[in-house]
């Protein structure tokens, strides 16, 4: 047993070194210094050639101010919401840095909590890495800071350093960003809206932040902040930081900030490239939002200029000619988004996103949801149909020759022999755009015509959740699919990205080899290349078989149906219109070997950001995928393709067996894949030769997958074949097991994708 006297010498020597060890890191640490937090600089983005694409930051927008120009009102507003104790506390929160600690030491994540004290101290950290190391010198730094510095001073340097969205670090840069005025001039309402904003800007700011966190829109955001705001002027009024009349005055009225505009050098497609390229680094590093804007980042893009400038000239060539808000009052608020990416790779090299932030267009069109496809997801439906075959043919996939009934007003069978039924208790009647009598049709012809009612039932018959796997192998987010898996799920109410669409039908263009879309190759920070963007390995999503039936249907579609303006282009590519219920969205996607361009078109609500419906619009009864969107796609892909050899795409392989639906005639020809059903006379994505009959009887209608409820909803889908009141979500179970979650990229648009990747 050791003596008495070595345990004490023992005790005395750890006490001892440990007093010295804070002495001295407590000599070593500096107090931060405000004005070099405020050095930031510019982050540099560049072209995929390596030439500069545009260089911006926050290097100009920030400016200390003295406590005396900062009113106490705005004091007061972060006192009382975040750190109450401020006058009296020591400036470290011991229990928060202890669980912080803990947290660190277990791999878990560290907590909030700090005090005023601690955050200006973090604030001045460039990096924001959460270490051991970095939490132990905070504490002695910020130790250091409450001995040597007046509350005054603190809580000045503490609001001159916050981030507060909008690249404006500063409480003078963010009363300039958001009011237009001084921080000495705020007003107490407009002062709890600013400390609202320190919460997280990205979920705080009511313009919305969507091209970070999808879930941060205007609408979110707006009431996030409502109910903040409220709650801090609350709060200012409990600690008696605001009489009854200033706070009766206060919260009056909400003070809405004025919009966001375009900072020097985001203008044009400059201001989107920027965002889904900032996007695809947050989301594939550990960088914060309010780090990477304090800038001194190196940028290199997968975005070619050539590409992006034709895309660009594209949308306002056919704009100009088919669009005329001036005159006619359906154009107003018309927007495209459009996406290019290159198959087998996953490159993003052009996006259209919109007018540009100069003009009040803050949305990334190429890469947000909200816009059903329609029609363009009926490649999906064909392609799990070969690969899995129906509920009833034991794992054989079906021939694009297979029979469907093609008339309008089909009834959906179920399994068991029963129909779906709408929210009426009626029996569901699917319907296509027009009344023309199809008849049985096969499945390729479906496509060509873009017939609704054969593919309801394909996808039925197929169960939904296998077409929604072949829709995520292929490389659609699931978040980004329709929840209810109903009839209606088969004709397009899912609403991916342009970015991811385009990358989707990369996969047929690859021949079943689906590459995550990307758009960042290289990142630098202070000369070293970060980790995180390696290229997205391609791997093979689906047989190349499939794929390659399904290219040769989708040239079907341009040589012979509703794609036929896409046939301008004069070489090889495979397409498919897409339209959507009261023709609220038209789409054309479509790919040669080398590339693959989504184009989305739509009306927007500028107030509410509603879809409106495009009846009218251009001057036309309705816009079609066929239409505007593929003229669009054309004359990219004429100036994207220009002196590019055309390999065409391989031949399509004989695949599955011919299995027609209930009533089709027999005998069946004999299965061949190239040759095309008799082209139309005159292709047209409206069909209306023939008078419709009636409606289906029992007999007549095509098989479908699953049991599921009789009680309906009001979902839609697309509409290249009609529009319809569908049955609920919870009617189509389908057989087939889904994989859960999204891509490795996903949030994730978006997105526009994407979700993160962009």
């Known amino acids: ?39 930031s600089q510019n982050n540099v983005y560049y072209w995929a050639d390596g030439s500069q694409m545009v260089a911006t930051g926050s290097g100009a927008n920030r400016q200390n101010v003295t406590i005396a120009q900062i009113p106490e009102a705005m004091q007061w507003a972060v006192i009382s919401a975040e750190n109450k104790s401020f006058y009296k506390d020591s400036g470290l929160d011991y229990m928060g840095i202890a669980r912080a600690l803990v947290n660190m030491a277990q791999g878990g994540q560290t907590q909030g909590g700090s005090t005023i004290t601690q955050q200006f101290v973090k604030n001045t950290y460039l990096s924001q890495e959460q270490t051991v190391t970095r939490k132990f010198k905070e504490m002695f730094i910020s130790i250091k800071v409450g001995t040597k510095l007046s509350k005054e001073q603190i809580l000045q340097g503490y609001l001159n350093t916050s981030y507060y969205g909008r690249g404006a670090y500063g409480i003078q840069a963010a009363a300039q960003t958001y009011y237009g005025k001084d921080a000495v001039d705020l007003e107490p309402s407009e002062c709890a809206f600013l400390a609202a ?18 879930t941060a829109t205007a609408a979110a955001n707006l009431k ?16 008696q930081r605001l009489t009854d009349a200033e706070y009766q005055k206060a919260t009056k009225k909400y003070p809405m900030p004025q919009d966001r505009k375009a900072t020097k050098g985001m203008t044009g497609q400059i201001s989107y490239l920027a965002d889904t390229a900032k996007k695809y680094v947050l989301n594939h590093s550990d960088i914060a939002e309010a780090q990477f804007d304090q800038g001194g980042y190196q940028i290199y ?7 992006v400038d034709a895309l660009t000239k594209a949308v306002k060539k056919i704009e100009k000619e088919k669009i005329d808000p001036k005159n006619r009052e359906l154009d107003k608020h018309v927007q495209f988004g459009a996406a290019s990416v290159v198959p087998n790779d996953g490159a993003i090299v052009a996006i259209y996103g919109g007018a540009g932030y100069e003009n009040g267009h803050f949305t990334n069109n190429a890469d947000t949801s909200g816009v059903p496809v329609g029609s363009t997801w009926k490649p999906f439906v064909l392609a799990a149909a070969m690969e899995y075959g129906t509920y009833d043919t034991d794992g054989v996939g079906l021939s694009p020759l297979s029979k469907y009934n093609g008339n309008d007003k089909l009834k959906v069978k179920k399994p068991d022999g ?12 699917q319907k296509n755009e027009s009344e023309k009598a199809w008849g049985y049709i096969t499945l390729r012809k479906a496509m060509e015509q873009s017939v609704n009612t054969p593919f309801v039932q394909l996808g039925v018959d197929v ?33 991916p990205s342009a970015i991811r669409m385009a990358d989707a039908y990369a996969t047929f263009a690859a021949s079943g080899k689906q590459a995550d879309p990307y758009s960042v190759t290289q990142v630098k920070k202070d000369g070293q290349e970060l980790d995180g963007f390696t290229k997205p390995k391609p791997s093979q999503a689906m047989p190349a078989k499939v794929a390659d039936n399904v290219t040769d ?6 040589e012979n149906g509703t794609g036929y303006n896409a046939q301008a282009l004069g070489r090889a590519a495979a397409g498919k219109t897409g339209t959507t219920d009261k023709n609220k969205s038209a789409w054309f996607v479509g790919y040669t070997q080398q590339l693959s361009t989504a184009v989305a078109m739509f009306r927007e609500n500028p107030k509410d950001h509603k879809l409106l419906s495009m009846n009218g619009t251009a001057g036309v009864d309705s816009i079609h995928g066929g239409d505007i969107p593929t003229l669009v796609w054309t004359e990219y892909m004429k100036s994207a393709l220009k002196g590019k050899n055309d390999p065409g795409f391989p031949d399509a392989e004989k695949i599955g067996e011919i299995q027609d639906a209930d ?4 005998p069946t020809p004999s299965p061949t894949i190239t040759p095309s059903e008799t082209p139309s006379v005159s292709p047209s994505p409206t069909p209306s030769e023939t008078p419709a009959p009636p409606s289906p009887s029992a007999t007549e209608s095509c098989r479908v997958s699953w049991n599921c409820p009789t009680d309906g909803g009001t979902d839609t889908g697309g509409t290249d074949g009609g529009e319809s009141a569908s049955p609920s979500a919870t009617e189509s179970s389908g057989n087939g097991n889904g994989n859960g979650n999204g891509n490795g990229n996903g949030n994730g648009s978006g997105s526009l994708f994407a979700g993160p990747t962009g």
Request: charged content about 20%; overall charge negative; aromatic content about 8%.
């Open 224 to 239: 996030r902040s409502q109910d903040r705001w409220g709650w801090i002027l609350g709060e200012m009024h409990k600690d």
């Open 463 to 495: 169960g939904m959740t296998k077409v929604r796997d072949v829709a995520k192998s292929s490389g659609l987010l699931l978040d980004s699919m329709a929840p209810d898996l109903n009839p209606s799920f088969a004709i397009g109410t899912s609403t």
């Open 663 to 666: 009533g089709a005639p027999s």
């Open 1 to 39: 047993m050791p003596s008495w006297k070595l345990v004490s010498g023992l005790c005395i020597g750890v006490l001892g070194s440990l007093v010295a060890m804070v002495g001295v890191g407590y000599a070593m640490v500096s107090i931060p210094n405000e004005n070099d937090a405020a050095k």
């Open 197 to 214: 904003l320190l919460k997280g800007p990205t979920y705080y700011d009511p313009a919305g932040n969507e091209s970070i966190d999808k």
């Open 553 to 558: 249907v989708l040239e079907n579609v341009i």
């Open 301 to 307: 893009t997968t975005f070619q200029k050539d590409k």
């Open 418 to 429: 029963s129909y779906f039924l709408d929210k009426d208790n009626q029996v569901f009647l």
